[in-house]
Nanobody
Framework: QVQVVESGGGLVQPGGSLTLSCAAS????????MGWYRQAPGKERELVAS???????NYADSVKGRFTISRDNAKNAMYLQMNSLKPEDTAVYYC??????????????WGQGTQVTVSS
């Protein structure tokens, strides 16, 4: 069994900062790609940022220069540093991890989501 858990969401004023964390635990041989997604009310879930095991990153145009994704392979953890937050960043943020099991089977796992609200 594998669990993926996000933390760090909350209410922040425009221009403020938040750091989200994601931790995976369980029967994990290694984690390939990890990513942060978000879903605002009435909108589809979208990719915010992703990072592969080698460290290469990818960002949505809307967050480039403001958000930074990182990971700690030893801890099976991933982080999202969010600066200069805007009201349009308000959404539920989800962690996704593509996990390789000891059996050789690979599959993606989702966390339960953490709410980020940017409002004055």
């Amino acid at each position: 069994q594998v669990q993926v858990v996000e933390s760090g969401g909350g209410l922040v004023q425009p221009g403020g900062s938040l750091t989200l964390s994601c931790a995976a635990s369980g029967s994990i041989r290694s984690i390939n790609a990890m990513g942060w997604y978000r879903q605002a009310p009435g909108k589809e879930r979208e990719l915010v940022a992703s990072i592969i095991s080698g460290g290469s990153t990818n960002y949505a145009d809307s967050v480039k220069g403001r958000f930074t994704i990182s990971r700690d392979n030893a801890k099976n953890a991933m982080y999202l540093q969010m600066n200069s937050l805007k009201p349009e960043d308000t959404a539920v943020y989800y962690c996704n991890a593509v996990i390789l099991h000891y059996s050789g089977y690979t599959r993606p796992y989702w966390g339960q989501g953490t709410q980020v609200t940017v409002s004055s």
